[in-house]
């Protein structure tokens, strides 16, 4: 599936989905956040942290 029909598939509540989206952008936020802050706990808190805040805006995913 393509991101795009990962999200839609999410937001139409397809749990499958959101987990095959969430494991495709996992290591991009933890490699991106232990880069910045060089802690291997602390990366891991803000990548839990976006992947909360990515459920909570989902529904506000600009396609374009």
């Known amino acids: 599936m393509t991101e795009r029909e ?4 999410s937001l ?3 749990r499958y989905a959101f987990a095959q989206l969430v494991e495709q952008n996992y290591m991009v936020i933890y490699k991106f956040a ?3 802050l060089g802690n291997q706990s602390d990366a891991e808190d803000v990548t839990q942290n976006v992947l909360v805040k990515l459920i909570d805006k989902l529904d506000q995913f600009d396609f374009q």
């Open 6 to 9: 990962l999200i839609t598939e």
């Open 34 to 36: 232990y880069k910045f």
């Open 12 to 14: 139409q509540g397809n």
